[in-house]
């Protein structure tokens, strides 16, 4: 079966809607403030982790080819360099 290829465009705007209208005020807790959340476009599972491999990585392992967007919960990037993570969440 042919993979689909996905422009990063395209997965950023996927991953940013599964997100939004799916996962979010399901993950969005206390205890996972901060954390990773990598979400397989396709599928819509995610996975959660202090770690990106990890989460990355568990996805894959359920999904050979899983297309990946992640996001740090509660925050604007997954990483800031140079800058500061912007809480999006109170």
């Known amino acids: 079966m042919p993979y689909p290829t996905f422009s990063d465009e395209e ?3 996927r991953g940013k809607e599964i997100y939004e ?4 005020t399901h993950v969005e807790t206390t205890e996972n403030i901060g ?8 599928s819509g599972d995610y ?3 202090d770690d990106l491999l990890t989460t990355c990585r568990r996805l894959q392992a ?3 080819n899983a297309v990946l967007w992640t996001e740090r919960i509660g925050f604007n990037a997954v990483y ?3 800058g500061t993570l912007t809480r999006t969440t109170s």
């Open 35 to 42: 954390k990773i959340i990598s979400i397989d476009i396709e």
């Open 47 to 49: 996975e959660i982790d």
């Open 21 to 24: 209208k799916q996962i979010r």
């Open 62 to 64: 359920r999904h050979n």
């Open 80 to 82: 800031a360099i140079g």
């Open 11 to 13: 997965i950023a705007q």
